[in-house]
Each structure stands twice: as C-alpha cells, then as structure tokens.
C-alpha cells in the first residue's frame, strides 16, 4: 500500500561523484537518523560501496546499530549524553567527537576527534576551553590512553562572511592542537553545502549528508546539475476512486470544495507516514507520469488527489516524490509546500512505511 522506495544506484553514484568532485579530500558519509529517513543500514553499505571512506552518525546508539549488522567500516559518532559511557563503543572501535573535557576524560582507550565550536554555538567546545583540551589529549595520547585521529567543527552555513570566520577560527584551533604536540591526521569542517561549493573548506575529509541523498543543502542548489540524483521516492497505490460533484466538500473541515465534477482519488499516505500537513493545499502528487493537487486537509493516514478527468483506478501507482527526472514532484517540491527543507521531508517518513530497496 506504501513505500518508500531507496535507489540504491543512487546513493551509490551519488556517493562516487562526490568523491570525484572532492577529492583528494576524503569522504565521510552520514547516516545519522536512520540514513536520512533512507535506512541507516542501506545507505551506509551504499555509501560505501560507492567509496565513502568513512561513516558518520550523531548517536553511539545509532553506531552500535550498524556494528550489529556487521558494519566494519569506520564510524564517528559525536551527539553524546551528559552521562555518557564510551566502553561498549571503544570496544566495537567506533570513533568519538569530542565536544568538552569531560569527554576527553571517559574516552579512555579510544579514537578521538577533538571538536572546537567555530561559532555555530551548538556542539564542540569552547575557543576559550581549547587550548587546555587540547594539552591535557596529547598529554593522553603521549601515555597511550588515548588517540587523536582527527581535529574538527561544523558550520552554519550563514554566509561568506560568516563561514570566513568560523574557517578563520578552525585554522587557529588546528594550529593550537599541533602547538599543544598533537597531530591529528583529518582535520575536518565542510558538510554538503560547503563540500560541493568550497574547495578551502575540504581540508582532509568533508562529512557529506542531504548531497548523498540526492538533495540540495541549500536553496539554489542545481544537484542534477552536479550530477546527483534523489534516492528516495516515497510511492503508494489508490485505494479508492470516487466520482463527485461540483461544490462537493474534501477531507477534515472542508478546506476545499471541488470547483468542477471531479474525480477524487484516495492516496494511503498521511503525515503519519511523513507527508506534511502544513503543505495541504500547495502539494502535487504524479500518476502515471502526470501531476495532481493534493486537495483538502491532508489527514493522518491519507490524503485525496484530485485528478480531474484523467483515468485513474483503484491499484494505480502514486509516487508523492521522487526524482524529478520522472516527472515526479521532488521532496524540495514538498518541502516548498510546508515551508520547511528537504532534509526534513525524507527524515520524517514514519515507522509503518517500509524501505524498498531497488
Ligand atoms: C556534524 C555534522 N556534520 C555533517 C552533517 C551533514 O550535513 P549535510 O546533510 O548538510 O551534508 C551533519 C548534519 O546535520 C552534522 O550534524
């Protein structure tokens, strides 16, 4: 009744053109969030079978996730609780952001990569807490407790002028780890949008997330033009057609009356599955190739496509988004429509939607 269908040759090529654009910088493909709403296990086998050299999720939980399934490719994971315990995850030899000095000291044994926060004012630690952080890990790393494999930070993303400063303040915190005796192999800054567009700010490793799916980092972004294309494509079947009046009312609260005799078809797919209802009224669906307006409220489990004359039945397929290469409305298209961004369309695809690999 519902998929989300996850092109695998997609992730894959996007993956590989990816690493074609970027190098020789080094890729690390994240898969926090269940792959982006894609399947964490199916991107990241993907990703690296299209030459992702590393992986990256938020949550040790979500690193331990694909060492269970028999992952054994690096991973760094960087999200972590105030009472966070480091063991199980150094045993399984998952690699550690590092955002403060108590940190630093549970990650005995372990990988790290030690962030400073360049002013996204979120994860990493403080400029003014760098410089200690820093002695006391390569006073660590001297007695063999620990490794510092890469230094890092992430941007905001806000601007040239902006991102002159946070690149400004990473280099000066590369300088301090290697004032402080440290080494680190990565040093790392770029997300997508930066990776795609700013060969200075690629260092040794760029973390590339929404671009391996597909999707633009950022509005204006042209990513067919880049040569990537979208893995998802979120599909589902009609499960009822109807013939109806003009004037006739569609869904919750009849926010829209049909202004013709219309046919209505019944689409399985409501914002429990990930279609936002902020975009009632301004979404569009395809079937069979041709564009229909989503009408009325979408509601929890369903929504109603008006499709006007055309001949659709019960069984045919709806693809909600997808590439839009096929014709297909993109998860950009719907992201317009709620006012949100892609990144939030594919992550929200709820639990009762099955991942399709094709
Ligand atoms: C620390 C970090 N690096 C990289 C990424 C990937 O970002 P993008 O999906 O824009 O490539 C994220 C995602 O939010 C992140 O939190």
């Not at 040759?9 to 020789?24: E, F, H, M, Q, Y």
């Not at 002159?164 to 080494?183: I, K, N, S, T």
């Not at 190739?289 to 039945?313: K, L, N, S, W």
Request: net charge negative; charged share 25%.
């Amino acid at each position: 009744m519902r998929e989300a269908r996850i092109h695998l040759d997609a992730i894959r090529g996007n993956v590989a053109r990816i690493r074609d654009l970027v190098a020789p910088a080094r890729v690390l493909a994240v898969v926090k969030a269940d792959g982006y709403g894609h399947g964490a296990e199916l991107a990241a086998r993907a990703a690296l079978e299209g030459g992702a050299d590393q992986l990256g999720v938020a949550d040790l939980d979500e690193a331990l996730a694909l060492r269970s399934v028999g992952i054994d490719a690096p991973i760094l994971a960087w999200l972590h609780g105030v009472d966070v315990d480091f063991a199980a995850a150094i045993d399984a030899g998952i690699e550690l952001g590092i955002s403060s000095a108590a940190q630093r000291e549970r990650a005995a044994g372990g990988v790290v990569h030690l962030k400073i926060d360049t002013g996204l004012s979120r994860n990493g630690v403080p400029p003014a807490e760098w410089a200690d952080v820093c002695a006391r890990a390569a006073e660590l790393e001297r007695t063999g407790i620990v490794r510092v494999r890469g230094v890092w930070s992430h941007l905001a993303n806000a601007g040239p002028v902006e991102t002159d400063r946070q690149r400004a303040r990473f280099e000066d915190a590369v300088a301090a780890a290697r004032d402080a005796g440290l080494r680190p192999e990565v040093r790392h800054l770029a997300s997508s949008e930066a990776a795609l567009a700013s060969p200075e700010l690629r260092y040794d490793l760029v973390r590339i997330g929404i671009a391996m799916y597909g999707l633009p980092p950022a509005e204006g972004v042209d990513v067919a033009e880049l040569g990537l294309r979208p893995a998802m494509e979120l599909a589902a079947t009609v499960a009822a057609v109807r013939r109806v009046p003009a004037g006739e009312g569609v869904s919750y609260g009849f926010a829209h009356r049909t202004e013709r005799p219309t046919t209505l078809a019944l689409v399985p797919l409501g914002y429990a599955d990930g279609l936002p209802r902020a975009a009632t009224g301004r979404a569009e669906v395809a079937i069979g190739g041709r564009r229909h307006p989503v009408v009325g409220r979408i509601a929890m489990d369903q929504c109603v496509v008006d499709v006007g004359d055309a001949p659709v039945a019960v069984g045919d397929r709806v693809v909600a988004f997808g590439d839009p290469a096929t014709g297909a409305p993109s998860a950009e298209d719907w992201a317009r429509a709620a006012g949100t961004i892609g990144y939030e369309i594919v992550t929200r695809i709820g639990p009762r939607v099955p991942r399709a690999p094709a």
